[in-house]
């Protein structure tokens, strides 16, 4: 299919509307990791700088699945000691990007802060994320995205009514309001770039990031359009042409028809009485409305459901599982999943007509290679030795 990633490790070359740029990836957990997966897969080269005594992560998966370590060549440094230092700021010195995820004034400790690096390079993109952000009463607080989506309002908002808030997984604050807003504010700082040849500094975080993503929804409670109790609206599954139902299988669908033409065909195939077509959006109808769509969908399997309203506007999907949806077959007609080694995972997003980007692979040999990895940044073998003689870097 044109457009299909080609699969590659680091080393390899690469294709896609940011091949030829530099990011250095200072490792950690989370949305960093994922934002660099994202621009390796965008075509930039990246080196993900480890500690050289850095432990086991919570959860520890074998190379071939270890997504924040695919599409990257990894070199472990000792940045506690003068010379690791020294060496980061010589790559940084070479580099189009720096990002990293550590609590505020953890770089500035190693003496590797924003003041000091654009120093040796003015026109570096230096990309901060953290929880909080670089200030304020909670900066230096642990957290998790859970924790942030609560500080945001947004957990409060998530769930039915009368039950305690339900987690989206770490979607929306990690991945959500940290990784993207992180590539988004990479993306606009390498346009202004290209303008005034300056870098600078991006102080993302994930409490404001995920608060962004719901600024339309401040808006609606603005306009007296939404309430601040969660499940008792429109999108929330406080509306009963909005929300989830159990199949005869104990499987679900998904209704969406918000649209009165959409409800109108949802209402017609299922069938529901046509008074509710006429009191859509009277929410003195709702309760009725929910009960008899709920007792409808009840009579069928999920798969029976799928297959009535596939060909129409009725805005209802079948509840697939992960590893059901990567079978669907709109999703083959894509190729929106693919392989690289033994994981099957997402394909790289969004698609660009121009040149397919890299499916990022597992570290290969050359992507560990000091000689191959330092040349690229200026330094000598001979350089590269001494500082591998010295434990500066890691084998």
């Not at 990293?100 to 654009?118: A, K, Q």
């Not at 504010?185 to 005034?196: H, K, W």
Request: glycine fraction near 10%; include cysteine; aromatic fraction near 6%.
């Amino acid at each position: 299919m044109a457009g299909s990633p080609t699969s590659a490790g680091a080393s390899a070359e690469k294709t896609g509307p940011l091949a030829g740029l530099k990011v250095i990836e200072m490792a950690g957990l989370g949305p960093v990791p994922f934002a660099a997966l994202m621009l390796s897969e965008m075509g930039a080269w990246v080196l993900r700088i480890e500690r050289a005594d850095a432990s086991q992560p919570l959860l520890s998966l074998p190379e071939e699945y270890d997504l924040d370590r695919h599409g990257r060549s990894i070199l472990k440094l000792d940045l506690k000691r003068l010379a690791g230092a020294e060496l980061l700021l010589r790559l940084a010195a070479k580099a189009d990007i720096l990002v990293e995820g550590f609590r505020p004034g953890v770089m500035e400790r190693l003496g590797l802060g924003p003041d000091v690096v654009l120093q040796r390079n003015p026109a570096l993109i230096y990309g901060r994320l953290t929880g909080f952000g670089q200030n304020g009463p909670l900066s230096g607080q642990a957290g998790h995205d859970i924790n942030y989506l609560a500080y945001a309002g947004l957990l409060h908002a998530v769930g039915r009514q009368d039950t305690p808030p339900v987690p989206p997984l770490n979607l929306v604050a990690d991945q959500g309001g940290g990784a993207m807003m992180l590539i988004a504010g990479v993306l606009a700082a390498l346009f202004q770039r290209s303008l005034t040849g300056k870098g600078q500094v991006i102080d993302a975080s994930m409490i404001e990031g995920a608060s962004m993503l719901a600024a339309p929804i401040h808006a609606y409670m603005a306009a007296g359009l939404w309430s601040d109790r969660r499940g008792e609206n429109l999108l929330d599954s406080g509306a009963p042409f909005c929300d989830t139902y159990e199949t005869a299988d104990a499987r679900h669908i998904a209704v969406g028809c918000l649209e009165p033409r959409f409800f109108a065909e949802f209402a017609r195939l299922l069938p529901l009485d046509s008074h509710f077509v006429r009191s859509q959006y009277d929410k003195s109808s709702w309760p009725a409305m929910r009960a008899a769509i709920a007792g409808r969908v009840r009579e069928r399997t999920r798969d029976d459901w799928a297959a009535l309203f596939a060909a129409t506007d009725a805005c209802v999907a079948p509840v697939l599982s992960l590893v059901e949806a990567r079978n669907h077959p709109h999703n083959r007609a894509r190729q929106s999943f693919v392989t690289s080694g033994g994981l099957e995972r997402p394909a790289p997003a969004p698609r660009f007509s121009q040149k397919p980007q890299t499916l990022a692979a597992a570290p290969a040999a050359a992507d560990r290679q000091l000689e191959g990895i330092l040349t690229r940044f200026g330094l000598s073998e001979e350089e590269v030795g001494a500082l591998a003689k010295a434990d500066v870097i890691g084998r």
